[in-house]
């Protein structure tokens, strides 16, 4: 059978669409945060995109959830996925540097991949594992300060240091909202089987949005005094293009697709972060952060090849070793012939 070229390349194109309007969202909340608060920021993300999910689903007829179970499940989904991530996201990028934050937000498909295979049965395998170990290096090298890895190598990190100051600057958060992602992205395979997966996407984004106005009004103040036109412009693209598309597409492929592969797709997000922040903000890339990208290409290579890699490698008989069976082979023969 022919494959449609132009029905494959906009596969790949919804495919990589999620991560590519994150990637530019980071870039354009990037000068919004020091004029705003963070649960502000985070609900403006979540409760108007959810509106507009619904609205869509609304045009192509897509059906309301009907059961409590369904009720239930976005309930949770809205509270891991949509407050507790955004919210920690947000108040993580407040109390730690971008680079950092991305590379602990991004490591995220370890988590994924590892639920997956214990919930859903889903192989890993060793190639699956080493591209998984390779993503997180590469993100490692494109997040974190240059310095950092050189000191690494020279062995001049006060690793006790680090690990006291942990959770005084943020980095927890950070963690916590990787945490939070990669159970909202599992939880989506429960919720489908009681509701749409856009329908519940917008409905999770609803909810997680109003508990973060909630938390906004009672623990915040002036949350849009500082905003002008352009902060405003910025946030109605993360509105509608980092939220409402891309976790659109993401938890609709998510709720039929291999978790372990596509998660492995979030890894682009830091390298579309990257590349448009050297666009728009001309932000210089170092060498360590363009191996960085070259490892984090190579990694999601890997993850979505790990079965036809691990077949390949399983029929493969090194050369120095046919002679010696070829040798054994005659001799059983000879044996045979003679007896």
């Known amino acids: 059978m022919e494959l449609n070229p132009r029905k494959s390349l906009w596969s790949l194109i919804l495919l990589i669409a999620p991560f590519f309007l994150w990637g530019t969202s980071m870039v354009a909340m990037k000068g919004?945060?020091?004029?705003?608060?963070?649960?502000?920021?985070?609900?403006?993300?979540?409760?108007?995109?959810?509106?507009?999910?619904?609205?869509v689903a609304a045009i192509l007829g897509k059906p309301?959830?009907?059961?409590?179970?369904?009720?239930?499940?976005?309930?949770?989904?809205?509270?891991?996925?949509?407050?507790?991530?955004?919210?920690?996201?947000?108040?993580?990028?407040?109390?730690t540097g971008a680079g950092l934050g991305s590379a602990?937000?991004?490591?995220?498909?370890?988590?994924?991949?590892?639920?997956?295979?214990?919930l859903f049965a889903e192989t890993i395998g060793l190639w699956g594992f080493f591209g998984l170990g390779m993503g997180i290096?590469?993100?490692?090298?494109?997040?974190?300060?240059?310095?950092?890895?050189?000191?690494?190598?020279?062995?001049?990190?006060?690793?006790?240091?680090?690990?006291?100051?942990?959770?005084?600057?943020?980095?927890?958060?950070?963690?916590?909202?990787?945490?939070?992602?990669?159970?909202?992205?599992?939880?989506?395979?429960?919720?489908?089987?009681?509701?749409?997966?856009?329908?519940?996407t917008g409905w999770h984004m609803i909810l997680g949005g109003l508990l973060l106005f909630i938390l906004s009004r009672m623990w915040e103040s002036q949350q849009w005094v500082s905003l002008d036109w352009g902060n405003w412009l910025a946030l109605g693209y993360a509105t509608v293009f980092g939220s409402a598309i891309a976790y659109g597409i993401f938890f609709y492929l998510a709720s039929?697709?291999?978790?372990?592969?596509?998660?492995?797709?979030?890894?682009?997000?830091?390298?579309?972060?990257?590349?448009?922040?050297?666009?728009?903000?001309?932000?210089?890339?170092?060498?360590?952060?363009?191996?960085?990208?070259?490892?984090?290409?190579?990694?999601?290579?890997?993850?979505?090849?790990r079965e036809k890699l691990s077949q390949q490698f399983s029929n493969?008989?090194?050369?120095?070793?046919?002679?010696?069976e070829k040798l054994v082979k005659e001799e059983v023969a000879v044996k045979i012939t003679k007896k």
């Not at 309301?64 to 949509?82: N, V």
């Not at 890894?267 to 001309?282: C, D, E, I």
Request: proline residues 5%; aromatic residues 14%; contains cysteine.
């Open 256 to 305: 039929a697709g291999n978790l372990t592969s596509l998660s492995a797709l979030t890894f682009l997000t830091p390298v579309f972060a990257l590349g448009f922040g050297k666009v728009f903000l001309a932000e210089v890339l170092t060498p360590l952060q363009w191996g960085g990208v070259c490892l984090t290409i190579l990694s999601i290579y890997l993850i979505n090849q």
């Open 32 to 55: 919004v945060i020091v004029n705003t608060t963070p649960l502000f920021m985070a609900g403006v993300r979540l409760l108007p995109a959810g509106i507009l999910v619904l609205a």
């Open 316 to 324: 493969f008989k090194p050369l120095s070793l046919w002679p010696a």
């Open 64 to 95: 309301q959830p009907q059961k409590w179970q369904a009720w239930l499940w976005i309930s949770f989904f809205g509270l891991i996925d949509a407050a507790m991530f955004q919210g920690f996201l947000a108040e993580g990028l407040v109390r």
């Open 137 to 200: 290096l590469g993100i490692s090298l494109i997040g974190l300060p240059d310095e950092w890895i050189f000191n690494l190598f020279e062995a001049r990190i006060n690793i006790a240091f680090h690990w006291q100051n942990l959770f005084n600057n943020g980095e927890w958060l950070m963690l916590l909202a990787s945490l939070s992602m990669a159970v909202g992205t599992v939880t989506i395979r429960y919720v489908s089987r009681y509701a749409d997966p856009v329908v519940a």
């Open 104 to 118: 602990m937000i991004d490591s995220q498909p370890l988590v994924v991949a590892l639920l997956s295979s214990w």
